[in-house]
């Protein structure tokens, strides 16, 4: 590889750029987000260009790919700024949306509002047709009526039609008539079919993703392309492509269309980042967490392949399309810590964000956050913020927290901060058990890996809590989901309802669906010249007959087709799996096949990082002092490290504080730390204390 | 040595007619006190019987099914003091709310010898209070399925199984006292053969036994020369109104002295309560063929083996679950053993042979819902006059005429006649005093129009009970009974 | 008990939530009837035995209904067992009358040991797609004690010391119609509380059992403060209230459901003396199932981010007369009472609270016009569809918010069948499930619409179908309409269509044959005459409401370009407050 690879990753403070070098040398920038992203991915490339030497028009115009990562898609549904979308449905089931098949947030709550309708049921129309289970249409499609209902769109404005016909995954002729019809009445509007965006049974699943995609479409493509324009008028040549929920990347142009793709775009980057240290340090399996402001994301990695769900909600709609199960909850540095009606002390979900941000930003924040109560703590070093590019205000800190917390509780206030800690922990604890012990999974198993800023602070508690041996901290983790950019591949994925009993499969019939399958994805594949070689991962979506959730288990297949043989093996990892996650297996039981899934995956090379050479064990030249800290209610004198300074082979015994920039990382009492060869930072967890006899 | 064997075996039939006599005088339900509702069995580990004690001839192979239904389920999980319960015509069984009880005896660490009960039950749920429901479709509306289960386990009594069982019954008090009862008399007869056992040394009891069903068996095949050879077709229908009739056909054969009885070409199984399993037709084919030796002899596997019968699954002979079949000895039973000695006598042979006679049943009790103990009270006032001329027929099992000053005085039902009518069967007219009540009734119709009838009588309302379900008996209403007689008539 | 306690309490609650999450996961993933894996028709919780009274102190969101209930199915399952309970054992247990609720929800509990004490009771209570008896599916509207109900299952273990009881098991599954389903149905539900035992002891061995008991008392404690406090917000004094359950299925109507509550200080008494005595039909409430809708009308009044455990029980006291519609004794038969008359004590409940805190009550929408279909496939299996699509629906609007969806929180967690998973899985097609205009109940906010489904049967099929709500709608709060009624009509063609009075029993239907169901909306809060005149116009163009609807029901006039008339509106809606 002779030319820069260039990551950027808006984030919701920051953002994030990582470029690789000809010869391994790598660069990372933040700069603040901006309302129009683009702007700030000028302004990365902008210091990028500065740091090396080169003006931005010299950068771009050898930059072969750019590798994107954006919360726009996410932005425009979490805030409901999105496309004035238009649905055509089978009638007399336009309400399916609405309905959500009764789910509710709440079980508990009657006072709970609905969700904002992105798609009112005046603009919800539903046609005469219909077609079976087994696909013969039962009554034709009335095109008249179709055509009244566009016309209606076109007298509303509409910007986006979406189009969701009962089985349309088995015979999707309806769905693509219609299409013409749209392209041909309204030709400006953004389409989106429910046969290309999710072809799969459940008619809420799929109406909901479809209509998902057609109210973040029109920005996301709109977005893309602004972005590319500006690329391009400064002299970018080469290729711009989007991290897709799914881990992989894709080219602005199927980004744009198939937009409820990218809804994880953003936090996707720090999985696939996760992918390449654990191989790189030699961790097979991984739990990340990113821990930035305002949020906590975690997801799971099994021998090298991150897990991926189709079960997500995001701003309250369902999103049925294969995405990196990662789990997010409101914990984050700027989480409010605030005492609730019982008196109870309580942290997030809500958050101070950048702005205000913490009381110790100093920048009108009066609300107490765990970064007030780890600069209060001593954890944070109010003159090494994001490696001093910023100071907090202790003072400020203390006394929000006294205030707001200690006082009305009548606790001190460090017992307070450690308090607000305790429970910022616990919040975290429990949701990555969610995604471990709730999936069959044991945490135990698992080396966690703390990006994000905050990260780092509570890794080591974290691992304790959940009783992991190791905790790594990338040399990168600030700008982890921007590293991710870089080493992520390229990737489809496809999937086909074809619904049969294992022991009487038509097995012409589903290696012809596969092969299908393979051959849209590779049209949808761009970018070929950047893949080393392409990876066919087939995989089917197994239950026991009368269950009504589905394991999808890899097909044991070395060949493209499916044998006999193969699909027993398959189905015995099925019993297993089942096992595994429900405690119990019934081999006896007839099995079914309802989804057939494809990962198309086109291997990019990764960066070649250059491994160190270890040196001496001791620390001390990176020794910068030492402070009080509270690791509990009881103050130790601490050591305190330059991350910068320190060099792979290091040796730390806990208790110590690393700070590089953009993060500090802490090395509890009992656990120890090694540098290792890549500059990343390996906690060993010491014996885990009952928690009973704390305190 | 035949002497000895011959005593031993006498010693172990005595002990089965003792574990009759302890059921019959322990047990507090009608059914099993009066009705002699039950049959009793010493039964060797293969799960042969060694000796049978029966009042009623739909238990002659149900004992045996039953048990071997037990062995098999719980295989090598048997142990002394256990006693183990089934009660599912889908498992050796006949009608519901049947139970067999097995209690087994180890010998040496081998189940050599143990005794069986299987009896009727007065109530275990379903629809109505005791087994009568003529309309039922599915044996769950008869009453629950009682699947093979383990009522103590080395001596110790599962109390959750007994709960089961009794919440699941509008009869606890009775049910609970008849359970007591069998499995006391079990534990009795079990030590009795445990002592036999000792006394005279396994294997001499073995080979009484062994003798004693050699000899049962040589002495049906000796009744049964007289058919040798025979290879007769009949047919006849089952009357099922409202609904169609339904065929059964039977091929009787007799070769090497067994009876073979081929129900091929009998209907499908019904969605009415007239289904009878396999086991419990070859019963009624038996004993339609060998009722004078039943009475002369022990009943025993020798005898049992003697016959054998067929019928294609999911037919009315060898209905498939959840196929109702409370019916099945009210109707069906006749029915196939009429058939049977039509083959054996032909059908124009005088009817002084008959020993069917279908009668009609009625069972009282409280309105559904108006208390929790609603024990069903089984109303037989008087019997089909058998074609003999007198008593009931054979296939009606013991019945006993209840006295009419026990009923006035302890039911609470006036008597108010009861005799002979001009065509020489009983007529039977009661009142209720027993209060508001409810009723199930069926009256089975035969081909030769000997029907009996059940009326209601109720402030100048007369209503015909012929098939009835839930049906209100008014305090103070009148009930008549018209019991058939089938002296002097052709089958 | 100092501070840190109580963060350990936090922490400790939090760990069995996500406990009794992992089983609502194992369950909804491995059952076998879509009635309980797709409609997730139940609940996971854990519950704690202090030597006398068992307490709820973690659950999952799941079916709400099931819920309480569970908290007697527990203890009688200890008092079954008093002193053969050991490490590994699994209880089944469903008896009215023995901590039960109607037949079909069954529990399955496993005690957690710790120093040879059963301490925490993980139970997942489910409904069962048949429970034997007389009638398929377990709702038999010809019941007239609990064995015409169906099979009834007083507490029975399915597992000792860790091995399955297998004649105990086969016991329970022969008499069930759908064997084939109802034994994965089990195995899920046993594997579930295997699972919790696992976690749960794992906890015992981290934090030792006095730190866990210290803490769940600490949360249950901390609940309870929340709803005293919640309570002590309301004016004391008597608030006497009154409904209607429609019939008894036996030919009686307007069965009276009647409570006094109680407030004083952080105090609530709930007397339900004067409710009608027990009836001949299937809807009488047994006491487990009567305290489970208190408990969820009491808990639709408190805050919701108050942890569910006993706490809120805690200064509740609940008068239920013995031999009473919602305490009867045996036999009397309780197939529908968990719809009604469940629904009508949430409701009369919450119309007493409502006296003394309107903008606290809202929503109740269980009156549902129970329909079930059953036949057979071609290989003779049985099988038996609760029409969930028909029934589910009727959410009423609660202070500050419209009904909306299907059903309303509270009521239930189950989520209605996939249409197209449906008719794969029987012989039926659903030709329409869609809101209808005005069919709701009006008001400040409005209950969400009636929904209208039509299902056509492929196959002949048997139908029985249970009415409620026609002669006695969900009731709207604070002056709020009353909504919808509900209808049910069996059609065999174009000609030959009966609409169901109060029920209609085993009623065939020939091939393509239609079961159209019109749910009724919930009941609207506060006067209709107060919503804005624009929110009216807005719901008319989305088909909610009519034009003539929003005259009748809000006064709102519209021009015939369909923007609002003020005047006119204002016009009639001062004529009808001055009338």
């Excluded at chain 1, 991150?306 to 997500?312: K, L």
């Excluded at chain 1, 990006?451 to 080591?460: P, R």
């Excluded at chain 1, 990082?609 to 270890?614: D, K, Q, S």
């Amino acid at each position: 590889m002779t030319q820069w690879l260039v990551g950027i990753d808006v984030g919701g403070t920051f953002t994030d750029l990582v470029a690789i070098g000809p010869r391994g040398e790598i660069h990372a920038t933040k700069v603040p987000s901006t309302r129009d992203q683009s702007e700030g991915v000028l302004a990365a490339l902008g210091r990028l260009a500065a740091e090396i030497g080169r003006s931005v028009p010299e950068l771009l115009a050898d930059l072969p790919l750019i590798v994107h990562g954006t919360t726009v898609a996410t932005n425009s549904l979490l805030e409901y700024d999105g496309a004035k979308v238009g649905l055509i449905t089978t009638e007399g089931f336009r309400d399916e949306i609405e309905f959500r098949r009764s789910y509710k947030e709440s079980v508990f709550d009657p006072r709970l509002k609905a969700p904002h309708a992105i798609v009112p049921r005046r603009h919800r129309i539903g046609v005469p047709e219909r077609v079976t289970h087994t696909g013969e249409v039962l009554r034709p499609l009335d095109e008249a009526a179709v055509r009244a209902a566009i016309e209606g769109f076109i007298r509303d404005g509409i910007e986006a039609v979406a189009v969701c016909f009962l089985f349309s995954f088995v015979n999707p002729a309806h769905e693509r008539r219609v299409a013409e019809i749209v392209k041909e009445m309204m030709p400006s509007a953004f389409l989106s079919l429910s046969c290309e965006v999710l072809p799969e049974i459940r008619e809420f699943e799929r109406v909901s993703t479809t209509v998902v995609n057609a109210f973040v479409g029109p920005r996301m493509h709109a977005y893309l392309s602004h972005l590319e324009e500006r690329l391009r008028t400064q002299g970018f040549r080469g290729e711009l492509f989007v991290i897709q929920s799914n881990g992989g990347v894709q080219s602005a142009l199927e980004a744009g269309r198939f937009a409820a793709n990218g809804l994880l775009s953003g936090p996707a980057g720090g999985v696939t980042a996760g992918t390449y240290l654990g191989e790189m340090a030699g961790y097979p399996n991984l739990i990340t967490v990113d821990m930035g402001g305002t949020s906590y994301d975690i997801a799971l990695i099994e021998g090298l392949r991150p897990a991926v769900t189709t079960e997500s909600w995001i701003g309250r709609y369902r999103i049925a399309l294969p995405m990196l199960d990662i789990h997010t909850i409101g914990a984050g540095g700027g989480s409010i810590a605030w005492i609730d009606a019982g008196g109870a002390l309580q942290v997030g979900p809500a958050s101070a964000g950048s702005n205000p941000g913490p009381a110790c930003y100093g920048r009108g924040g009066t609300r107490p956050t765990v970064t007030d109560a780890n600069v209060v703590l001593g954890l944070l070093n109010p003159e090494f913020f994001l490696g001093g590019e910023m100071r907090l205000d202790r003072k400020a800190a203390e006394e929000a927290i006294r205030r707001e917390i200690a006082e009305p509780l009548g606790m001190p206030l460090i017992e307070a901060a450690v308090a607000i800690t305790d429970i910022v922990n616990n919040n975290m604890a429990n949701a990555t058990r969610l995604v471990t012990t709730k999936r069959g999974h044991d945490p135990q198993q698992f080396a966690l890996v703390a990006a994000g800023g905050a990260g780092a602070i509570h890794a080591g508690k974290q691992a304790e809590e959940l009783g992991i041996q190791t905790v790594i901290v990338p040399g990168l983790a600030p700008v982890f989901c921007a590293l991710g950019a870089n080493v992520a591949d390229l990737r489809i994925s496809e999937a086909r309802t074809h619904i049969g009993l294992t022991d009487t499969v038509d097995f012409e019939a589903l290696n012809e669906t596969f092969q299908e399958m393979e051959a849209r994805a590779r049209q949808r594949l761009p970018g070929a010249d950047f893949v080393r070689n392409f990876d066919v991962r087939r995989s089917l979506d197994l239950h026991y007959v009368g269950e009504v959730h589905e394991v999808t288990v890899p097909v044991r297949s070395r060949t493209r087709r499916i044998t006999r043989l193969n699909l027993e093996a398959t189905i015995n990892d099925f019993h297993a799996i089942h096992e595994r996650l429900f405690a119990h297996k019934d081999p006896a039981q007839k099995v079914e096949i309802l989804t057939l899934r494809l990962d198309l995956v086109g291997l990019r090379d990764k960066p070649r990082v250059v491994a160190a050479e270890f040196g001496g064990e001791d620390p001390a030249p990176a020794l910068k002092g030492t402070r009080p800290i509270h690791f509990d209610v009881a103050a130790t004198e601490t050591p305190v490290y330059d991350g910068a300074l320190l060099r792979p082979g290091n040796f730390i015994a806990g208790p110590a504080i690393v700070e590089q920039w953009g993060t500090t990382i802490v090395v509890y009492p009992g656990h120890e730390c090694l540098i290792d060869a890549f500059g990343n930072v390996i906690v060993e967890i010491g014996q885990v204390q009952k928690a009973g006899e704390r305190g | 040595m035949i002497v000895r064997a011959h005593i031993t075996y006498s010693r172990l039939a005595a002990i089965v007619r003792e574990l009759s006599e302890t059921v019959a005088r322990t047990a507090r339900s009608r059914g099993l006190a009066d009705g002699g509702r039950f049959a009793v069995a010493a039964l060797t580990g293969e799960a042969r019987v060694a000796a049978q004690h029966q009042f009623d001839p739909s238990h002659s192979y149900l004992i045996r099914e039953s048990v071997a239904g037990l062995l098999d389920y719980f295989a090598f999980d048997l142990a002394d003091g256990d006693v183990v319960v089934v009660g599912d015509p889908y498992r050796g069984g006949s009608t519901p709310q049947t139970l067999t009880f097995a209690a087994p005896v180890l010998h040496e660490g081998e189940l050599v010898l143990f005794p069986a009960v299987r009896a009727e039950m007065a109530d275990l749920a379903g629809s109505y209070p005791g087994t009568l429901h003529p309309t039922a479709t599915e044996t769950w509306q008869e009453s629950i399925r009682v699947t093979p289960v383990k009522l103590y386990r080395h001596g110790v009594l599962q109390r959750d199984i007994l709960r089961f069982l009794l919440r699941n019954s509008r009869a606890e008090a009775l049910v609970r006292s008849d359970i007591e009862a069998i499995v006391s008399s079990l534990r009795a007869a079990g030590a009795g053969l445990s002592r036999l056992l000792a006394e005279r040394g396994r294997a001499t009891v073995e080979e009484a036994i062994a003798a004693a069903i050699a000899h049962g068996g040589r002495l049906t095949r000796s009744a049964l020369a007289r058919w040798q050879g025979m290879d007769s077709t009949v047919s006849a229908s089952i009357d099922r109104s409202p609904g169609p009739p339904i065929d059964v056909r039977l091929r009787l054969r007799v070769e090497e002295g067994r009876l073979l009885a081929d129900f091929d070409g009998t209907a499908g199984q019904v969605e009415g309560p007239y289904n009878m399993t396999l086991a419990h037709a070859r019963g009624y084919v038996l004993v339609a063929a060998a009722a004078s030796l039943l009475d002369a002899t022990t009943l025993n596997d020798g005898v049992l083996e003697s016959v054998a019968a067929t019928a294609p699954a999911g037919s009315l002979l060898a209905p498939t679950l959840p196929s109702a079949t409370g019916l099945s000895d009210l109707v069906t039973g006749h029915a196939v053993g009429a058939l049977v000695r039509e083959a054996l006598f032909g059908a124009d042979d005088p009817g002084v042979r008959r020993l069917d006679g279908p009668a009609p049943s009625l069972v009282l009790f409280a309105p559904i819902g108006a208390s929790e103990e609603n024990p069903p009270y089984a109303l037989d006032p008087g019997f089909t006059v058998s074609a003999q001329g007198w008593g009931p027929p054979v296939f009606s099992g013991r019945r006993r005429l209840p006295s009419a000053e026990i009923l006035e005085t302890r039911d609470n039902i006036e008597l108010v006649s009861r005799e002979f009518m001009d065509d020489g069967g009983i007529g039977a007219v009661l009142r209720n005093h027993r209060g508001g009540l409810q009723a199930t009734a069926f009256v089975p119709r035969s081909a030769d129009g000997a029907d009996g009838a059940i009326t209601l009588e109720h402030e100048g309302r007369t209503t015909d009970l012929h098939r009835a379900a839930g049906v209100a008996i008014p305090d103070g209403a009148t009930l008549r009974f018209r019991y058939p007689s089938l002296a002097g008539r052709g089958s | 008990m100092n501070k840190r306690d109580h963060i350990l309490a936090q922490i400790i609650g939090g760990s069995l939530d996500t406990i009794a999450d992992e089983m609502s996961a194992t369950v909804t993933r491995t059952a076998r009837s879509p009635v309980f894996n797709e409609a997730h028709d139940f609940t996971t919780a854990i519950f704690e035995f202090d030597g006398n009274r068992s307490r709820l102190v973690a659950q999952s969101p799941g079916c709400t209904l099931h819920l309480y209930a569970v908290v007697m199915a527990v203890e009688r399952a200890i008092a079954a067992f008093k002193y053969d309970l050991q490490p590994g054992d699994v209880i089944i247990a469903s008896d009215p009358y023995d901590g039960g609720t109607h037949i079909p929800d069954l529990v399955v509990i496993a005690p957690v040991f710790h120093e040879r004490r059963p301490v925490l009771f993980p139970a997942v209570r489910a409904h069962m797609g048949d429970v034997g008896g007389p009638v398929a599916g377990g709702y038999n509207p010809l019941a007239r004690d609990c064995w015409q109900d169906g099979l009834i299952m007083p507490p029975i273990k399915v597992v000792a010391r860790g091995e399955r009881r297998r004649d105990a098991f086969d016991l329970i599954v022969g008499n069930n119609r759908l064997a084939h389903w109802v034994t994965g149905d089990l195995d899920s539900m046993i594997g579930a509380c295997q699972l919790a035992t696992r976690r749960i002891t794992g906890l015992f061995d981290r934090y030792g059992l006095p730190v866990v008991r210290k803490a769940l008392q600490a949360n249950i404690d901390y609940a309870e403060r929340r709803v005293r406090a919640e309570i002590a917000s309301w004016p004391d004094g008597e608030y006497r209230a009154e409904t209607f359950v429609d019939h008894d299925y036996d030919g009686h109507t307007d069965i009276r459901i009647a409570c006094k509550a109680t407030v004083r200080g952080s105090d609530l008494t709930l007397d339900f003396t004067g409710s009608a005595p027990q009836v001949a039909g299937f809807i009488n409430s047994p006491i487990a199932n009567t305290l489970s809708f208190v408990f969820l009308a009491v808990a639709g009044c408190c805050d919701e981010d108050i942890p569910i455990n006993e706490g809120y029980m805690a200064p509740v006291e609940v008068i239920v007369p013995e031999g009473t519609v919602v305490n009867p004794r045996r036999p009397a038969p309780v197939g529908n009472c968990t719809c009604i008359c469940g629904a009508e004590i949430a409701e009369v409940v919450l119309m007493a609270i409502g006296q003394a805190a309107p903008e606290r009550v809202g929503v109740n929408t269980h009156k549902n016009p129970l329909a079930f279909s059953y036949g057979r496939y071609d290989d003779g299996r049985m099988w038996v569809q609760l029409n969930f699509l028909g029934f589910t629906g009727g959410a009423g609007a609660a202070y500050g918010t419209d009904g909306w969806g299907l059903y309303a929180p509270l009521m239930t967690g189950v989520t209605t069948p996939s249409i197209e998973m449906n008719e794969i899985q029987y012989p039926s097609r659903v030709l329409k499930h869609e809101y209808v205009a005005d069919a709701t109940g009006p008001g400040l906010w409005r209950g969400a619409p009636g929904v209208e489904t039509i299902v056509e049967q492929l196959a002949e099929t048997t139908n029985s179908v249970m009415m409620a709500g026609v002669r006695h709608p969900s009731y709207g709060y604070a002056g709020g309409g009353t909504g919808g009624h509900n209808r049910v009509l069996l059609r065999s063609d174009a000609e030959t269509v009966v609409e169901v009075a109060d029920f209609a029993f085993q009623h065939r239907l020939p091939p393509s044959g239609r079961l159209e169901t019109i749910r009724g909306g919930g009941g609207g809060w506060g006067s209709a005459h107060a919503r804005p005149a624009e929110k009216v116009r807005d719901d008319v163009l989305d088909g909610y409401v009519t034009v003539a609807g929003a005259l009748r029901d809000y006064g709102v006039v519209l021009a015939a370009d369909g923007t609002v008339d003020a005047d006119a509106t204002a016009r009639t809606r001062a004529a009808a407050s001055g009338s």
